[in-house]
């Protein structure tokens, strides 16, 4: 999403190529031209809680091709040798970062995920040890970029001279539409198999309002619950619509619901980054945060209660950050081909 709000002002003015994997390269290829790389992915044991083991057990093979540069790695330095460009702008994916640096090619990266490596939180030691491990497989995966852009809901504390914190990256259609206020509640959680629980679905179908869920393995209306596929016009629509939002705590959602002034329920993964989020959601006043095992009708009916409250906060914490991303790329660009 940071991508799709930023390649419009960037390929304006320059040549751009367009590599993404998984869920990011469905996102991106009906409006841009996008070659598909590998990617990484999270594995759980059960429902909202991730696996170590699984993860690491089913990534090895993608792991021993970025570890040994493998096949992977020498198709993304093939076609950036062939694009041949000055700097490269990715988030934290491996194949990109080890092809550009096998190349000595300046990087810059661009992502939420470093608030927890550029930016000085004070945290309890299990959130530090917490903290050490997933920045320890960040790193692995990034290295040391030569510049970094942190783009977030809030505004974390940095901790180098060459980080620039920019605001919520909202992409074109988000920043076109203008929000109303259904009665409906907007449901979507980032890997719905974990989330979409029999409680769930429960407390959601006893809520006395309408909800319209986006990413459950289902489609249809039943009764007052509506599901969805998942698609980006169809799903920005709704959020611009809703009455309130439950939802897992990555940062671009609850970014757009700050945007269309929706208040947030919010179910963290079992992440440092997401229970950051989490927490800020909650410290902004911009909704409340609970976890798969506390979530009832009594803690969604408490949230309902007060949804215009967190509405009025969210009103006061909209930003757009496009613009700042934007120049803080091209300026960082400039920067480092020089070099």
Known sequence: MRAAAVLPDLAGRHDVLVLAGGDAYTALADAWPVVRIPTLRYHDRRPGKRSVYLTLKRNAPAVLDLALGGSGVAMVREMLEAFRPDVLVSDSDGWTHRAARAMGLPRISFDHFGVLVYCDWPMRWTQRVGNWAERLVYRSLVARPQRCIVASFYEPPKCRDDVTV??????????????????????????????????????????????????????????????????????????????????????????????????????????????????????????????????????????LARDEAFRGHAAQQKRNGVAEAVAAIERYAEELAGD
């Open 166 to 303: 920019v605001g919520p990256v909202l992409r074109p259609m988000v920043r076109d539409l203008a929000p109303s206020r259904g009665e409906y509640l907007l449901v979507y959680f980032s890997h719905a198999a974990r989330f979409w629980t029999p409680t769930v679905e429960r407390v959601l179908r006893e809520a006395g309002v309408p909800v319209v869920v986006y990413g459950a393995p289902r489609e249809g209306t039943d009764g007052a619950m509506t599901h969805r596929p998942l698609a980006n016009e169809p799903f920005v629509r709704s959020l611009a619509g809703c009455r309130a939002v439950v939802s897992t705590a990555g940062n671009q959602l609850i970014s757009e619901a700050i945007h269309f002034e929706k208040p947030l329920l919010v179910i963290p993964e079992d992440c440092l980054e997401q229970r950051l989020n989490a927490r800020m959601v909650e410290r902004l006043n911009l909704g409340r945060r609970t976890t798969l095992r506390r979530f009832s009708a009594d803690v969604l009916s408490e949230f």
